[in-house]
């Protein structure tokens, strides 16, 4: 596993990616409890924060995990070198894309007599450094003799070019102006939908079988069948992001159908880990239970009448925060000990400073008891997002530590 921290540099800028974007979060906290300066716009820091943490966290971190699996190391092979550019293409465009999305978001930057969607543009650009990243990948395998395809990162793989599919669908209505403001919509939190509830789940699912060194036969259902609930449920889960007043009812169904087809998945998976490798979960456990948490949300959602769970835009966050941060970081972070001497305190320190966000986000939802509600909640918010960029920045001091060991 040292190799996975030796032999590039690549999980340094993802782990810069969290720092930056979490330190972005805790400015957009800060801007309801005091006035920031510069009339920074709240709107365009929020998509600063969300952007590169799904592209210089949740895209990146896990591209490289898989290319770290199939070839470790540096190799001189066309493939190899087709994942590594495209590996690169991911930190930079995002990187260039963050300050865009800072001051402008997605407005257009005069330039001469031009106005140009800088943001817009780089972030088309990670997106080529996904396709180039794949094109590697697929070379590789077709090419590499003794190869051994993964399911759940091959399914990954393929949710994430269909969220792509919808990001360039948004540019495309727009430039051609059809379909009106719902078809916008739609497409945009297709792409949410499918890269949060297909690609992030399946790449973790996948990550948590290598570390737990689970065979097909240890899985209740074929791994081939719940990555097929996952990928077929997670594109139909995109009304959940849309106001309630603009779902259709089939639309209403289709949501709920996905989301219990991606519940199921993931509870099948989750059982298979727990009683095949129940003494041998560790840290894992608590990816896992994050992971258990969004499964049973999600279930509730698909009983529960539309109105608590469209209408309600606290929820939304509370449920995409643990998934991503509870489950996916968390997730992220114990793949990275493997193998490494590393104190689990270090972990641990994480895992609170998780927990204190997950738990704070509460406080915007309906479920938050109305007579200790106040503004208060909003320093609450402020002081615990603060927490995981410093857990995680001392986690990552922790790390260059070994880096420079021989």
């Known amino acids: 596993m040292k190799a996975l921290i030796k032999d590039s540099k690549i999980w340094q800028w993802a782990m810069f990616s969290f ?60 493939g190899t070198k087709l994942m590594r550019t495209g590996l690169w293409s991911v930190v930079f465009f995002g990187l260039l894309s ?40 697929c070379y590789t395998r077709y090419r590499k003799s003794n190869f051994t395809s993964n399911i759940w990162f091959e399914g ?15 540019g495309a209505v727009e ?48 791994p081939l069948v719940l ?42 998976f989750l059982l298979s880990a727990i009683k095949t490798r129940k003494r041998k979960l560790g840290i894992w456990i608590w990816p896992l239970l994050f992971l258990g948490m969004k499964a049973i949300m999600q279930l509730i959602a698909a009983v529960s009448p539309a109105g608590l769970w469209l209408s309600e835009h606290g929820i939304r966050i509370f449920y995409l925060h643990v998934l991503l941060l509870g489950a996916f970081s968390t997730g992220v972070i114990v793949y990275l000990m493997e193998g490494l001497k590393i104190t689990k305190g ?6 609170i400073s998780v927990g204190a966000v997950i738990f704070t986000l509460t406080m915007l939802t309906s479920f938050w008891p109305a007579a200790i509600t106040g503004v208060w909640i909003y320093t609450a918010l402020t002081i615990a997002a603060i927490f995981p960029v410093l857990a995680i920045s001392i986690f990552w001091g922790k790390m260059n530590k070994l880096v420079k060991k021989p």
């Open 19 to 78: 720092v930056l974007a979490g330190l972005t979060g805790f400015l957009y906290r800060l801007g309801f409890v005091v006035h920031l300066p510069f009339e920074i716009n709240l709107e365009n820091v929020r998509h600063a924060h969300s952007h590169l943490m799904f592209f210089g966290w949740a895209s990146l971190l896990p591209l490289y995990f898989i290319k770290m699996h199939i070839v470790p190391g540096y190799h001189a092979s066309i």
């Open 98 to 137: 963050f300050p865009f999305f800072m001051i402008w978001g997605y407005q257009s930057v005069p330039v001469g007599s031009a106005y140009l969607p800088f943001s817009v543009i780089f972030s088309g650009m990670v997106m080529i450094g996904w396709y180039i990243f794949m094109a590697g990948y």
């Open 156 to 170: 990954a793989l393929v949710m994430l070019f269909v969220s792509s599919l919808g990001a360039w669908g948004v």
């Open 175 to 222: 430039m051609m102006d059809i379909g009106g403001p719902l078809f916008g919509k739609a497409l945009t939190h297709f792409f949410l939908a499918t890269f949060v509830e297909g690609w992030v789940v399946l790449v973790l699912l996948g990550l948590i079988a290598k570390a737990l060194e689970l065979e097909e036969e240890d899985f209740l259902v074929s």
């Open 227 to 268: 990555v097929g609930l996952i990928a077929i449920g997670s594109p139909l889960t995109f009304p959940y992001g849309i106001t309630e007043s603009m779902v259709s009812l089939n639309l209403s169904v289709a949501a709920r159908m996905g989301g219990v087809l991606v519940a199921e998945g993931v509870l099948l």
């Open 346 to 351: 270090y972990f641990y320190g994480i895992l």
